[in-house]
């Protein structure tokens, strides 16, 4: 599904990212021309979830409060309506209010399977129509495939994320630790935080996609980027020795306190505390994190400034490669279909995403989706390195969640849960996500 093509696609995403020249339109257009537009004088009221609270994502809630206000005075006979939620909050209520058919005009959805069932239920409208517009060719190469199902596109694609190990400078420093670039390494610099009574890795896996994150990078670096998505798409099987191989790892990391204190029944938010107040040293997350270690004022600059990163170590004698990550296309907005302000929500899209690009990278230190100049921007060098890296990225392999169908993806999650709650063995493990994928829903 998302193997060797999305590999060679997203790279050429990340090399398109980076020299990107093209920008933004014109600040002072109006960006809802292709998209009908509001109609004069008309009241209208726009419904928009979405899953950037005040608090964890302070710079995007910012971002998204100064576009909203900006589109309201440039259109005063709209008003846009919000409602955030946190990550799984809003997984949550979408699965309710699809269930119901009461989506909100606009809202956040993920790529690929995630996608999927929300399209086979006719909940979300095309958007082809925006991409011929104000937004045509402002779009990195892959993105928006990433949302498109039988040559339709559903959502409008707004980040593009890979997914580093954050750690604690001033933490390894005091116990004289170099960044690990092997496995071992890795260990044995767990071992050393461990023994000195510090946490090595922040983790809320209650959440459980958190925990996927550990063992998609264990599977790439052991059994490969090919075994991998081989198995996810079903050509090949999760029995494969290194994908076994890789959740035994994960156990082993269990089994060694690599994780913080009660790291199943905490929230990725409870667990990502732990890095932030400096009890764990470690923190393995997505990209859409940078804000909080630049330009996120309520955290602390001491702390924002012995943040660094490392990539995911090689594992000695495996098939994988330093240089490959797990990423893709983040978050997108969709236009419900059965939306009352149905070409309005999409004039909003419309002006939201071109918005979004410089001011997300600017404001809140944001990988964008579209294209922006970042030559010219005064950026933190935590943002320009990792930029850099997603720029030489050999493959780039998509969140096991978000490519594998609704019901296999449930199913790899609670096996995740249970894998590092050694509720399962690794056989079992990969015996239930062969049959899941081969349900193929």
């Known amino acids: 599904m998302f193997g060797k093509k ?152 707004l980040e593009f994320n890979i997914a580093p190990i954050y750690y604690n400078k001033a933490i390894f420093k005091k116990y004289n630790l170099e960044v690990p670039q092997t496995y071992e390494q890795f260990k044995a610099v767990s071992k050393t935080l461990s023994d000195n009574g510090v946490a090595p890795i922040a983790l809320g896996n209650k959440d459980r996609w958190t925990g996927s994150l550990w063992y998609m990078y264990l599977a790439d670096r052991i059994a490969g980027q090919k075994a991998l998505a081989d198995a996810i798409a079903g050509s090949g099987s999760f029995k494969d020795p290194g994908l076994v191989q890789a959740a035994k790892e994960v156990q082993s990391l269990v089994d060694s306190n690599a994780f913080i204190k009660g790291f199943n029944g905490l929230s990725n938010e409870e667990g990502k505390s732990e890095f932030l107040n400096g009890k764990a040293a470690m923190y393995l997350m997505g990209t859409w994190e940078l804000p909080n270690y630049t330009t996120n004022e309520e955290i602390p600059k001491e702390f924002r400034d012995n943040v660094g990163f490392f990539k995911f170590p090689t594992v000695e004698g495996g098939k994988g490669n330093i240089d490959s990550w797990v990423g893709g296309p983040g978050v997108g907005l969709f236009v419900s279909q059965n939306s009352e302000v149905k070409e309005e929500a999409k004039a909003f899209v419309e002006y939201f995403v071109t918005k979004w690009g410089e001011q997300s990278v600017t404001g809140a230190g944001v990988i964008p989706a579209t294209k922006v100049d970042t030559s010219s921007l005064d950026l933190p060098q935590l943002y320009i390195d990792l930029f850099n890296e997603m720029n030489k990225a050999s493959s780039i392999t998509l969140f096991a969640d978000v490519q594998m169908p609704a019901n296999a993806a449930e199913t790899h999650l609670n096996n995740i849960q249970a894998l590092f709650g050694k509720a399962v063995s690794p056989e079992q493990f990969s015996e239930e996500h062969d049959k899941a994928i081969a349900k193929g829903n």
């Open 6 to 157: 999305w590999g060679v696609l997203l790279l050429t995403l990340c090399v398109a990212l980076f020299a990107a020249g093209c920008g933004q339109k014109d600040e002072g257009s109006n960006a809802s021309s292709s998209a009908g537009g509001d109609k004069a004088g008309e009241k209208v009221t726009i419904k928009f979830m979405h899953l950037w609270p005040e608090g964890v994502s302070a710079g995007q809630n910012k971002i998204v409060n100064q576009i909203i206000n900006d589109y309201q005075k440039e259109h005063p006979n709209v008003t846009i309506k919000q409602e955030v939620l946190d990550n799984e909050q809003y997984k949550n209520k979408l699965k309710v209010l699809s269930a119901s058919n009461e989506l909100p005009d606009v809202g956040v959805t993920w790529a690929a399977g995630f996608l999927k069932p929300y399209v086979e239920g006719n909940l979300f409208a095309p958007v082809d129509d925006l991409l011929s517009g104000e937004l045509k060719d402002k779009f990195v190469a892959g993105t928006t495939e990433a949302y498109a199902i039988d040559g339709k596109t559903y959502a409008l694609p």
